[in-house]
């Protein structure tokens, strides 16, 4: 039964059960249609609760059906269920206790009073999948809380919680106590006030005079510009929103205007991809490892630099005391100021609460001592790149931790099996790989190693989680799975700059692609000088340096660093972060091709740049997946939106492959293997999947 009925004297529960989260497909449409008419009919009926059974209130339409067929037929059901309720004669009360997003909150919406429980809250999520709120609440949200509200709750999808969404309107009263008891005693009241039934649909609401809201909506395409590039449904819930003004007065002509766009959006591939995104970040999470996941107490952080401080942070947003280590108080005051500097930043941004700051920095404790780690049952090491050091640090982190703690290097392409040989506890070592900024982005690398125990792996997993962090399992192999991928872009890259194309209209064309910066404005912003001093410290020999390397070395020998220097591959003003090209770059690229031996032709027209560098990532990643180092193609997806800024509407690059067509994809490729050599030879999984005219498969 997924909707369960029961009475209290003349007010009729109707309690939504369809677990995990009552998403709203037919299972859960058919009885609640019914049983809605049902109470309408029935005179012993005064009042009806819509309640719900599990966690989640309703997270809206079931995301797995729209992907049931070729054209998914519009998903008239939902809207029915709100016509029905639009039509019930008895004043019907949404008792929102846990997350109304999406249909979810467009059901509430249809109902006539709202009231909502400390869990509950409201958000209209359907931006994330590439699609609008399509059960009218861009027609309702607006009456009901006016435009300015609607527009931001369409467009940004986050949640409004109890006490904001009674201060805008959205819900009625904000319950206290157990909510089915308070939302009876609520139907209770409202009857004996003589309450009726309210709709939304009957009138204007707070819906402005046409023209009144322009500066309103031309802001909001301010913002889609600015933030949302390349995306189509944002623009198509603002027109939605302008046509609810438009026909103000004509509730259904507003209605047809938002179905039309909306299904629109179900056809669009961007939807397709988002709605990938959805699911192949959940399956990541879900990982490897099926132990039991011990919670962590209190965590340690080795140095105190930009990825030791970020995950400080992490450990104390998710409420661990962390203990930070330095080998100098001065590093060590330095890292901090740094970490207080940016709670300060995320609690000015809103991205933690009020009093946030200084609550999280009372939960990290800075030291020089190991001896001051020894209580600490998991251990993150993020020193800079140096096996020895790690190799060593590792040795004393075992000496001082207590037997069953555990240890991991936030390395990003190094062995994890050295580092755990150094130990005596290898099953408790492993790889947490966080990218940079560690307290913003989203993507852990959790990198078993060989001798990893299941155990230690599901700690990791269960401590990302707990850090709202979307963990992805790696093999422990160089360069694990998103740098792995990355060398072989970047490689490619440079290679079109040799052969005459220049690194601006590269970065423009994987810009118009959708990534938010182009390879060389990346590189200029991490600093051309890591890579290349530390080629310098390994004495590594210039034969044997990539010619990507060979450039970026001869500009940092002539002081060029990258951003942080105002010189990089580009000019920078200062303070700015605009890239100015620099006729001394385009010389030096000229000499070294030459020396190099590039035959240097006509600049690489978009669609080439864009397949030079997007179709290594998805070679390299058959081949991880052929070797085992990644588990699923949608892994590969999660790990480049997450950590590589892959646009999430074109679904991750393994996902793009899929909707190219494999085999136009492995065509290209053989092109490229022709014509540039042993680089570009096909990975075995990549032409197995094309020979056997399927995709890369899921978990
Ligand atoms: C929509 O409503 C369109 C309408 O405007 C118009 C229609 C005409 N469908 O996240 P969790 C699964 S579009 C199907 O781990 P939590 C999820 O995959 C929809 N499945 O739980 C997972 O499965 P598994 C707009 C769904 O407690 C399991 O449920 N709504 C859906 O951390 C548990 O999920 C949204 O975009 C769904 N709608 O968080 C809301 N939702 O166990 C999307 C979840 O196999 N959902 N699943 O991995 C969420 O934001 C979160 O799931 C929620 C619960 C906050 C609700």
């Not at 249609?33 to 719900?52: H, K, T």
């Not at 740049?609 to 070797?627: D, F, H, Q, W």
């Amino acid at each position: 039964m997924t909707v369960r009925i029961s009475d209290r004297g003349p007010v009729r529960l109707l309690e939504m059960h369809s677990p995990p989260v009552n998403a709203l497909g037919a299972k859960l449409r058919a009885p609640l249609m019914d049983e809605i008419q049902a109470a309408s009919r029935d005179d012993a009926v005064g009042a009806v609760l819509l309640l719900s059974g599990v966690k989640t209130w309703c997270a809206g339409a079931d995301i797995k059906e729209f992907g049931l067929s070729e054209l998914p037929a519009p998903d008239a059901s939902l809207n029915a269920i709100c016509d029905a309720l639009d039509a019930c004669r008895k004043p019907v009360i949404a008792v929102v206790d846990g997350a109304a997003y999406g249909g979810g909150m467009e059901l509430a919406l249809a109902c006539d009073y709202r009231a909502v429980s400390g869990r509950g809250r409201f958000a209209l999520p359907e931006v994330n999948i590439g699609l609008l709120p399509g059960a009218a609440g861009t027609q309702r949200t607006p009456r009901l809380i006016g435009v300015e509200h609607a527009l931001q709750m369409c467009l940004d999808g986050k949640p409004v919680g109890a006490s904001r969404a009674v201060e805008i309107g959205l819900a009625d009263r904000l319950l206290e106590g157990e909510p089915t008891e308070a939302g009876c005693a609520y139907a209770q009241e409202l009857l004996g006030a003589g309450a009726v039934a309210r709709k939304i649909s009957s009138g204007p609401g707070k819906l402005p005079r046409p023209g009144e809201a322009a500066e309103v909506f031309a802001g909001a395409r301010q913002m889609i510009a600015r933030k949302m590039r390349g995306r189509h449904s944002p623009e198509l819930i603002v027109q939605c929103i302008e046509q609810a003004v438009a026909c103000r007065d004509d509730f259904a002509a507003g209605l047809a205007e938002e179905r039309r766009r909306f299904v629109s959006c179900l056809k669009d591939p961007q939807s397709k991809a988002l709605s990938h995104v959805f699911f192949a970040e959940r399956a990541a999470a879900r990982g490897a490892s099926r132990a039991a996941a011990r919670a962590v107490k209190r965590g340690a952080v080795i140095g105190c630099g930009t990825m030791g401080g970020g995950i400080a942070m992490n450990f104390a947003i998710a409420g661990i005391p962390v203990t930070v280590l330095e080998t100098g108080q001065e590093a060590l005051e330095r890292g901090l100021s740094v970490v207080r500097r940016n709670f300060e930043r995320s609690e000015k941004s809103g991205r933690l609460p009020p009093g946030g700051a200084e609550r999280c920095m009372g939960l990290i404790m800075p030291t020089t001592d190991y001896g001051a780690l020894a209580r600490a049952d998991f251990a993150v090491e993020a020193v800079y790149e140096n096996l020895d050091l790690k190799k060593k640090i590792f040795a004393a982190l075992d000496e001082t931790l207590a037997p069953g703690a555990i240890i991991a290097s936030n390395t990003s392409y190094l062995d994890i099996d050295s580092m755990a040989e150094a130990t005596n506890r290898p099953g408790q070592v492993l790889g947490m790989h966080f990218f940079s900024p560690a307290n913003i982005m989203r993507l852990v690398e959790v990198i078993e190693g060989r001798r990893s125990t299941p155990e230690t792996v599901a700690c990791a997993f269960a401590l990302a989680s707990r850090m709202k962090k979307v963990p992805v399992w790696s093999a422990n192999s160089n360069g694990f799975i998103g740098n792995r991928m990355l060398a072989g872009y970047m490689y490619e890259a440079f290679e079109l700059l040799f052969e005459g194309t220049p690194p601006e209209s590269v970065d423009a064309a994987l810009r118009d692609f959708g990534l938010p910066m182009g390879p060389f404005q990346l590189a200029d912003l991490v600093g051309l000088d890591l890579g290349w001093r530390a080629r310098e410290l390994a004495g590594k020999p210039a034969d044997e340096r990539k010619p990507g390397e060979r450039l970026t070395d001869a500009l940092c020998e002539r002081g060029r660093f990258g951003q942080k220097n105002g010189h990089g591959i580009y000019n920078y003003s200062p303070g700015s972060r605009i890239p100015e090209s620099d006729p001394e770059v385009a010389g030096l690229i000229e000499e070294l091709a030459r020396e190099l031996g590039y035959r240097r032709g006509p600049p690489a027209k978009a669609d080439e740049i864009v397949k030079r560098c997007m179709y290594p990532l998805v070679n390299t990643g058959s081949a991880l997946l052929e070797e085992g180092v990644a588990r699923a193609a949608s892994d590969i997806d999660i790990v480049y939106v997450y950590g590589y800024g892959f646009p999430a509407w074109r679904g991750g690059p393994m996902h793009y492959a899929e909707q190219q067509g494999l085999d136009a994809v492995l065509a290209d490729i053989r092109e490229f293997h022709d014509r540039f050599g042993a680089r570009w030879a096909p990975a075995q999984r990549l032409v197995e999947a094309v020979a056997a005219g399927r995709g890369f498969g899921s978990r």
